[in-house]
């Protein structure tokens, strides 16, 4: 059921507009959540215990994030169950199944072999706090996953706002009571707790009865099978985008770690913005392939049109904040890692497409194709890093993820594209870099200014180019900016 934003739609077509508009509004609030508390915890350690003591939180974060605690479940159930919704428990089931095993070994696995290998103990206690949070976190996206697929990204958001909540509140708290860096992180594993169990509850309202982590023998099998793709490509995007930072821990300390995520942090949540898109539009992509490709094209490409329009303003303006944004968020000992902050910003655009190439490439069944290009880009990146952290420290890691971040985005769109032809990925940047010429003039004029007057004057200026170019380009919708701005952003295929 094909639907032009912009064109009269009969109800039941704008029905759906509006529902995958919803959805992408629930996933962006699921976005503010996390991002709200994941920078105020960095922030308020860095300003607590400077570099250092981010840096041991942050070690261990990245260190435990690496491994597939939910073993690529996230994306199989929500494609399978938007498929078949009356498989939703036993999907529900194995999910949970699969992800208490693999966190349980990991659980075990990882502070062990960090007290094999001499680490201080320290290290080896922060790791394990925070494996006991992956775990937690890994079996809280089996019931995300059903939001996904069940298009109900507002429970998400519900359950995230708590969590998130929890974490930088009981932050605040142990930090304030004198707690360090492992005080954090208990409260880190507190907060998944709370939103695993949370989802949970929801899931078993919804499914008439809470479920269980348990399967069939032969559906297991099948199961870890069919996640095991998406697992190894999960594992070896997160490889080579956090994998930098372990390695700088071992060879520069957690100082440069500390540093090198301050300027991270203020990154990598911009991704969430086109999670918050593609999610929504996910499960409608995996239904209309293979049967309705122009409809799965229009899709794809309305999710570029759409994030363009968000990464554009953001990287320009983050660029021309940067010093300042640095100063206000982290305070003068954070100046030196200016430059790769603003080297980082670079990946926002590339990073937000690749978002939306690798949920076609998922919602077209190419996954192991997707997990060859992401095994290479791994691989690369380990190299590269290797070569350029022992002479540039994190400048080097900066480098590294701009290099392998683009020549993955280009690896994605060419696999894309034998499959369903070619995309809006240029062209989708058009208006957007028009409308952002005067956002960046003004930010320029406002310089004398605190960073936050300048970032929102610099919005409102860019809403506003964005809205006379909406009207310019479709006259007839003078009364009704909504249906100018989406005429605006309609794929032009």
Known sequence: M????????APADRGVTRKVAWNSQAVLLSFVFRAASGVGVVV????????????????????????????GIPSLLAREVARRPEDGRRWVEVGLLL???FGGLFLVLLPVGTWVVGASPETVWSIAIATVGMVFDGIGRVPFAAFWAWERMGLEALVTGGQEACYLGATVAVLAAGGGPLAVLGA?????????VWGW????????????????????RSTVRSCTPFAIGDTLTLTYARFDSVLLGIWKGPASVGLYQAATNLVLYFNTVA??????????????WPDHR??????????????????????????????????????????????TYQLLIVVIPVRMAANTMSLSLAATDRQTPRTIAVSAAAVLNIGLNCWFIPRWSYLGAAMTTVICETLLLLAYATLLRRVSGGSELLRSNGW???AALPMAAVVLLTADQPVFVSAAAGAVTYALAVAVLALLRSPAYRRRPARAFSALVRPGR
């Open 99 to 101: 992800s208490i095993l």
């Open 2 to 9: 094909a639907t032009d934003l912009g064109q009269e739609t």
């Open 44 to 71: 308020l350690l860095a300003r607590d215990g400077g570099p250092r003591s981010l840096g041991v939180v942050q070690f261990a974060l990245t260190l435990s994030a690496l491994l597939p605690f939910y073993y």
């Open 188 to 196: 880190f594993a507190a907060s998944r707790a709370v939103g695993a």
């Open 275 to 288: 999670r918050s898109i593609n999610r929504a539009l996910f499960p409608r992509m995996g239904r209309a």
């Open 294 to 339: 122009d409809e799965f094209g229009r899709l794809r490409d309305l999710s570029l049109r759409l994030i363009a329009f968000l990464a554009v303003p953001i990287t320009v303006g983050s660029l021309l904040l940067a010093p300042r944004t640095i100063d206000a968020f982290y305070g003068p000992a954070f100046a030196p890692v200016v430059l």
């Open 201 to 220: 509850l929801i899931v078993g309202r919804r499914l008439g009865g809470l479920p269980l982590p348990r399967a069939d023998w032969a559906f297991f």
């Open 432 to 434: 957007p870099l028009v």
